[in-house]
């Protein structure tokens, strides 16, 4: 049973840089993480899923949504079965719990137990 | 962007209900329309897809329909564990959105 989880949530500045990941295991011969396609999805304290990012299965197509372009980046390494999202200039509004999530064909089918990052001073 | 609105926010209901939310986009989608479950502190699960396909093993008292620019997310005969947070999600372009959610509660 393929799982995703992320990591590298924690406490960060205003300003500052974090960089999570999402591994996937239990993959299979038949069912590679190199076929996915990628999602991360954000939920502030309290408050409704928000899409942030997605990616294809080659990394040729990437998208972020309007609140975090140009100061998200979201990049995938296949070899290690692995998602990423380095986040940069983070501000308090960034808060949030980020799951990643497989897409297909725009459906967020799995997804992973998220990870919290806060942004705070 | 494509904007989704669900009604209402918050739901009260008992066991054996049938509940119906409501979930409309800004511009027409098509069927590009899925409804996750949101319980405290887990990650969503995916109910429906393509407005009315229920996904594997989710229970048949959960049913979609809708086309265009208006959905509806019906549970027939809520039972206990249905209680939690539901959403609707377009795909029809890469930047997917959700609606705002709705929380179906005792």
């Known amino acids: 049973e393929v799982q995703l989880v992320e990591s590298g949530g924690g406490l960060v500045q205003p300003g500052g840089s974090l960089r999570l990941s999402c591994t996937a295991s239990?993959?299979?011969?038949?069912?590679?993480?190199?076929?996915?396609?990628m999602n991360w999805v954000r939920q502030a304290p309290g408050k409704g899923l928000e899409w942030v990012s997605y990616i294809n299965s080659d990394s040729y197509l990437k998208y972020h949504a309007a609140a975090v372009k140009g100061r998200f980046t979201i990049f995938r390494d296949n070899a290690k079965n692995s998602l990423y999202l380095q986040m940069s200039r983070l501000r308090v509004e960034d808060t949030a719990v980020y799951y990643c999530?497989?897409?297909?064909?725009?459906?967020?089918?799995?997804w992973g137990q998220g990870t919290l990052v806060t942004v705070s001073s | 962007d494509i904007q989704m609105t669900q009604s209402p926010s918050t739901l009260s209901a008992s066991v054996g209900d049938r509940v119906t939310i409501t979930c409309r986009a800004s511009q027409s989608i098509s069927d590009w329309l899925a409804w996750y479950q949101q319980k405290p502190g887990k990650a969503p699960k995916l109910l429906i897809y393509k407005a009315s396909t229920l996904e594997s093993g989710v229970p048949s008292r959960f049913s979609g329909s809708g086309s265009g620019t208006e959905f509806t997310l019906t549970i027939s005969g809520l039972q206990p564990d249905d209680f939690a947070t539901y959403y609707c999600q377009q795909y029809n372009n890469y930047f997917r959105t959700f609606g705002p959610g709705t929380k179906v509660e005792v």
């Open positions: 239990g993959i299979t011969i038949g069912n590679t993480f190199s076929s996915y396609e």
């Open positions: 999530a497989r897409d297909k064909g725009g459906i967020a089918d799995l």
